[in-house]
């Protein structure tokens, strides 16, 4: 397997500095165009600003690149040109040269692989709800990825209690930043209470730092809810929610294609809403994130 790092993100990684890992699904399906160019500048803007490193990572060319340059990201965005890629698609990506934007799963199996220990996205995937749940391979990569993952929680359109259940199952942390329950992507909070929580960059590093030396294979996901001036009424979400699932049953969407289909949908049903909301939790994720990996490079630096 293929790994080029940009020498921006090598450089920083090499010398303990800080880097945020970010996955190209975002882009490359997760929003539209041109509003996933406008995400790339409001995310790397607030982690150049808190003094980190963007570590955009996809597949290009044959190699799983860490640290994409502007014009990369151009290729992402464009409607339809790139695949999206799973960890379990990066082989198949990598071998046949395709243009691949990857999800979590495959985003954080690629970070913890080239050494980045934080990485940041706007919700993981999870426990579909139905008779027979579609479960997100997010959870599975993150029982066994050891990375500091900050997100707003799940995603709206996925079973919050099921999903916390799924993970607790498999040994994966989940810390409420500044909460005592589960932020739930566009909605402040589901009803899901949480064991830990943490307020600060310096507390969320300390526990890094701990993960870290304590050898811990599963990942830690420190869970940002979305700012009160930008959060969905839930109510009001649920039953957005539910009606693009039914649009998504009449097209027969299954598999990987579920979750875009789903926040396509979901923005129709909400009047962009969503859309507007989902930027701005993925432009406060990355700063947050950034400010994580400082606070942890700054720490290994007085060492």
Same mark, same amino acid.
């Given at each position: 397997?293929?790994?080029?790092?940009?020498?921006?993100?090598?450089?920083?990684?090499?010398?303990?500095?800080? !880097?945020?890992? =970010?996955? #190209?699904?975002?882009?490359?399906?997760?929003?539209?165009?041109?509003?996933?160019?406008?995400?790339?500048?409001?995310?790397? #803007?607030?982690?150049?600003?808190?003094?980190?490193?963007?570590?955009?990572?996809?597949?290009?060319?044959?190699?799983?690149?860490?640290?994409?340059?502007?014009?990369?990201?151009?290729?992402?965005?464009?409607?339809?040109?790139?695949?999206?890629?799973?960890?379990?698609?990066?082989? !198949?990506?990598?071998?046949?040269?395709?243009?691949?934007?990857?999800? !979590?799963?495959?985003?954080?199996?690629?970070?913890?692989?080239?050494?980045?220990? $934080?990485?940041?996205?706007?919700?993981?995937?999870?426990?579909?709800?139905?008779?027979?749940?579609?479960? &997100?391979?997010?959870?599975?990569?993150?029982?066994?990825?050891?990375?500091?993952?900050?997100?707003?929680?799940?995603?709206?359109? !996925?079973?919050?209690?099921?999903?916390?259940?799924?993970?607790?199952?498999?040994?994966?942390?989940?810390?409420?930043?500044?909460?005592?329950?589960?932020?739930?992507?566009?909605?402040?909070?589901?009803? $899901?209470?949480?064991?830990?929580?943490?307020? #600060?960059?310096?507390?969320?590093?300390?526990?890094?730092?701990?993960?870290?030396?304590?050898?811990?294979?599963?990942?830690? $996901? =420190?869970? @940002?809810?979305?700012?009160?001036?930008?959060?969905?009424?839930?109510?009001?979400?649920?039953?957005?929610?539910?009606?693009?699932?039914?649009?998504?049953?009449?097209?027969?969407?299954?598999?990987?294609? $579920?979750?875009?289909?789903?926040?396509?949908?979901?923005?129709?049903?909400?009047?962009?809403? &969503? =859309?507007?909301? @989902?930027?701005?939790?993925?432009?406060? @994720?990355?700063?947050?994130?950034?400010?994580?990996?400082?606070?942890? &490079?700054?720490?290994?630096?007085?060492?």
């Amino acid at each position: 397997m293929t790994f080029l790092l940009s020498d921006e993100v090598a450089m920083a990684v090499a010398a303990g500095g800080a !880097v945020v890992g =970010l996955e #190209t699904s975002v882009i490359g399906q997760g929003l539209p165009y041109p509003r996933n160019l406008e995400c790339v500048e409001r995310m790397e #803007t607030a982690i150049r600003d808190a003094q980190a490193i963007p570590g955009w990572i996809g597949v290009v060319d044959g190699a799983v690149r860490v640290g994409l340059e502007r014009s990369e990201l151009e290729r992402f965005a464009e409607p339809s040109a790139a695949i999206k890629v799973a960890r379990r698609d990066v082989p !198949v990506a990598v071998a046949k040269g395709f243009l691949g934007a990857t999800t !979590v799963s495959a985003t954080i199996w690629a970070a913890h692989r080239t050494g980045i220990g $934080v990485v940041a996205t706007g919700g993981i995937g999870g426990v579909h709800p139905g008779p027979r749940p579609d479960v &997100s391979a997010d959870l599975l990569e993150l029982a066994r990825t050891p990375i500091v993952l900050i997100a707003s929680g799940p995603k709206s359109i !996925v079973d919050p209690t099921a999903t916390t259940e799924k993970l607790e199952q498999l040994g994966v942390a989940l810390v409420g930043y500044g909460v005592d329950r589960l932020p739930f992507f566009l909605v402040r909070e589901a009803p $899901v209470e949480l064991e830990h929580r943490v307020d #600060t960059p310096a507390g969320a590093a300390a526990i890094a730092r701990a993960h870290r030396s304590l050898g811990v294979e599963a990942a830690i $996901v =420190l869970c @940002n809810p979305i700012a009160s001036e930008h959060a969905l009424d839930r109510d009001e979400l649920m039953a957005a929610s539910a009606r693009a699932e039914t649009l998504m049953t009449e097209a027969g969407v299954a598999g990987k294609e $579920v979750t875009p289909f789903l926040l396509r949908a979901l923005a129709e049903e909400t009047d962009g809403r &969503s =859309l507007e909301a @989902n930027l701005a939790l993925l432009e406060d @994720n990355a700063r947050l994130a950034a400010q994580i990996a400082v606070a942890i &490079s700054a720490a290994r630096s007085e060492r």
